[in-house]
């Protein structure tokens, strides 16, 4: 089996009974869906396989060593620097995911980038459906989640350069007009 397609295995499994918040739709759409912007921009299979599972060590039981024997030491670097640390309270635990994704490989920015757009993009859906009681389902609200998102762009913007971080902004500016 390829690197790929133990990612997608891992993913499936990890995620089986998960659904999305905002919109309720089986989880394992989102991972899928990050991985596949990023294939359109040619990223090696290492952050392919690492944009399927980089939310395995944060929101399931999935272990960092199993992920490092099943997929190696590049996909678990770029998985855990895009891992929230659930132990900090959220403020601490958002500034301690831009610092990782800062210093993090190249590949661990391209995953973060991806996922904050396809959850923008899963957003901006489910406001069209639902209005502002989607705020609701985000645990800090609307403007503590622009806080972040605009933190994210700003570290984004001071250490890498590639479409995906306009691509992001242009997302960012949409969201901000939701009310």
């Known amino acids: 089996m390829d690197l790929i397609e133990r990612a997608v295995r891992i993913s499936v499994v990890a995620h089986k009974d998960q659904k999305r918040k905002a919109d309720n739709f089986p989880y394992i759409i989102h991972p899928f869906m990050?991985?596949?912007k990023l294939m359109k921009y040619k990223f090696p299979d290492s952050v392919i396989a690492a944009a399927l599972t980089h939310d395995v060590l944060e929101d399931t039981d999935?272990?960092?060593?199993?992920?490092?024997?099943?997929?190696g030491e590049e996909v678990l670097e770029i998985v855990k620097?895009?891992?929230n640390d659930d132990?900090?309270?959220?403020?601490?635990?958002?500034?301690?995911y831009i610092e990782t994704v800062r210093n993090g490989p190249e590949g661990a920015?391209?995953?973060?980038?991806?996922?904050?757009i396809h959850n923008l993009?899963?957003?901006?859906?489910a406001h069209s459906?639902?209005?502002a009681e989607?705020?609701?389902?985000?645990?800090?609200?609307?403007?503590?989640?622009?806080?972040?998102?605009?933190?994210?762009?700003k570290m984004l913007r001071e250490t890498w350069q590639h479409p995906l971080v306009d691509e992001y902004a242009t997302l960012l500016e949409k969201e901000k007009n939701l009310k």
Request: charged share 35%; proline share 0%.
């Open 87 to 96: 132990s900090l309270s959220w403020k601490e635990k958002k500034n301690k």
């Open 34 to 36: 990050v991985a596949f």
């Open 81 to 83: 620097a895009v891992t």
């Open 134 to 153: 989607v705020w609701a389902k985000f645990n800090r609200g609307r403007e503590e989640k622009l806080w972040f998102e605009n933190e994210v762009l």
């Open 62 to 71: 999935f272990s960092a060593e199993k992920l490092k024997d099943e997929l």
């Open 109 to 116: 920015k391209a995953v973060a980038v991806a996922d904050k």
């Open 129 to 131: 459906q639902q209005g």
């Open 121 to 125: 993009e899963s957003l901006i859906i």
